[in-house]
């Protein structure tokens, strides 16, 4: 059974960093892309960034490039996601996907919040 749980939320400072981290079971991170969306208030859900399955090559939107790097632990079955220079529109709820044969499944989000 299939399951993603994201962590690593919180509330922080503009200019700051956060790490999100997604614990996967039921699968192995390496065998299939991953990535994150993100759903800031009143907006619809928007892609952030994916690892793809044995490259590991990684993608960004436009809007994070250069400022977030997605990452996977093989040994820990986890996928990262490291968000620096944050500002007040980076503020969303995270989910981590994977996707299976064109079939995605979702973790339950992590709220990140970018406030002074």
């Known amino acids: 059974q299939v399951q993603l749980v994201e962590s690593g939320g919180g509330l922080v400072q503009p200019g700051g960093s956060l790490r999100l981290s997604c614990a996967a079971s039921?699968?192995?991170?390496?065998?299939?892309?991953m990535g994150w969306y993100r759903r800031a208030p009143g907006q619809e859900r928007n892609w952030v960034a994916n690892i793809l399955s044995t490259t590991g090559q990684t993608n960004y939107a436009d809007s994070v490039k250069g400022r977030f790097t997605i990452s996977r632990d093989n040994a820990k079955n986890v996928v990262y996601l490291q968000m620096n220079s944050l500002n007040s529109e980076d503020t969303a709820v995270y989910y981590c996907?994977?996707?299976?044969?064109?079939?995605?499944?979702w973790g339950q989000g992590t709220q990140v919040t970018v406030s002074s």
């Open positions: 039921g699968f192995t991170v390496i065998s299939y892309t």
């Open positions: 996907y994977v996707v299976d044969r064109g079939r995605i499944s």
